[in-house]
Nanobody, 126 residues
Framework: QVQLAESGGGLVQAGGSLTLSCAAS??????????MGWFRQAPGKEREFVAG????????EYLDSVKGRFTISRDNAKNTVYLQMNSLKSEDTAVYYC?????????????????WGQGTRVTVSS
C-alpha cells in the first residue's frame, strides 16, 4: 500500500502564494518508479488534473490555467512532492489531492492515478 499525506493548505488572499507538500510512505511505495502529482476539486465541479511530475523529476505537466503560476517539484530523498502556487486566483479555490502511481512507458503524466491522499483545502479570497 501507498499512503499520501498532504499539508500546507489554508486561506490566502488573491495574488498570494502557498506551497503544498505531500509525503509518501508505505510498503509498496517505490520512489524510483512512481510518478506523482496533484489534482483538485472545486465546489460543484469535477476533479481535475493540476500537475504531474515523473519519478526522476525530469519532466512535468500542468493544467493550462496554472502554467506559469504553479510549479511542481519532488525530493526523492524525502519521498515528498511539492506544489508551489503563486499569483493565486479565486478560481484556484479547491480541495487539492496528492496522487501517485507507477510510471508508464508512455511518459504521460496527465492520466488517472492509483493512489490518492485525503486532500487539503485551499481557499483564495478575492
Amino acid at each position: 500500500q501507498v499512503q499520501l499525506a498532504e499539508s500546507g493548505g489554508g486561506l490566502v488572499q488573491a495574488g498570494g502564494s502557498l506551497t503544498l507538500s505531500c509525503a509518501a510512505s508505505g510498503r509498496t511505495f517505490r520512489r524510483s518508479v512512481m510518478d506523482m502529482g496533484w489534482f483538485r476539486q472545486a465546489p460543484g465541479k469535477e476533479r481535475e488534473f493540476v500537475a504531474g511530475i515523473n519519478w526522476s523529476g525530469a519532466t512535468a505537466e500542468y493544467l493550462d490555467s496554472v502554467k506559469g503560476r504553479f510549479t511542481i517539484s519532488r525530493d526523492n530523498a524525502k519521498n515528498t512532492v511539492y506544489l508551489q502556487m503563486n499569483s493565486l486566483k479565486s478560481e484556484d479555490t479547491a480541495v487539492y489531492y496528492c496522487v501517485a502511481d507507477y510510471s508508464r512507458t508512455s511518459g504521460v503524466l496527465r492520466r488517472p492515478y492509483e493512489y490518492w491522499g485525503q486532500g487539503t483545502r485551499v481557499t483564495v479570497s478575492s
